[in-house]
């Protein structure tokens, strides 16, 4: 049976841990796309790819990528943004350069597979980023890679 004198003990200890916590909380700085790094997410999912000039670049959260024949409209990946609270028009699905670049800057934000660019090769195929091995394929557009949406803002 538990004394009222344990009672009042716990809930000293429960006060003295709620102060530790709200001064961690207050000392907590917000990573904003002001204050961002590459490779720095953000509030919202968005991972930061590149900044230069007041110019930066996001990808999208990984949830929001999906698999999908190669389209110009690629509407899943933007039916995907717009489910999860994303304006789908401020995003686009990125060139073969973007995606080279996330490649090489941040490739543990993406899977161990091909990802759909922007960049048509012919009428039946497309680039495609390897994030297994840093190469641009040409994939016929029928394949179903995934694909992962991009957009820049300003800061």
């Known amino acids: 049976m538990t004394t009222k004198t344990q009672l009042q003990n716990k809930i000293q200890e429960l006060e003295s841990e709620l102060v530790e916590f709200k001064s ?11 204050t961002a790094s590459v490779g720095d997410t953000l509030e919202d999912g ?9 110019l930066a670049l996001l990808v999208a959260p990984k949830s929001t990528e999906v698999e999908a024949r190669w389209s110009k409209e690629f509407s899943e990946v933007f039916e995907a943004l717009k489910e999860q609270g ?70």
């Open 46 to 54: 968005s991972i930061v790819l590149q900044k230069s000039k007041g």
């Open 86 to 155: 994303f304006n789908p028009s401020q995003w686009f699905v990125p060139t073969q350069e973007q995606l080279q670049l996330a490649y090489e800057t941040i490739p543990n934000e993406f899977s161990y597979t091909f990802y759909w660019s922007s960049t048509e090769s012919d009428a039946t195929l497309a680039c495609a980023q390897a994030f297994t091995s840093g190469c641009i394929h040409a994939l016929s557009k029928t394949c179903s890679p995934r694909v992962r949406a991009f957009r820049c803002v300003t800061y």
């Open 24 to 34: 961690q909380l207050s000392s907590y700085e917000e990573v904003t796309i002001e």
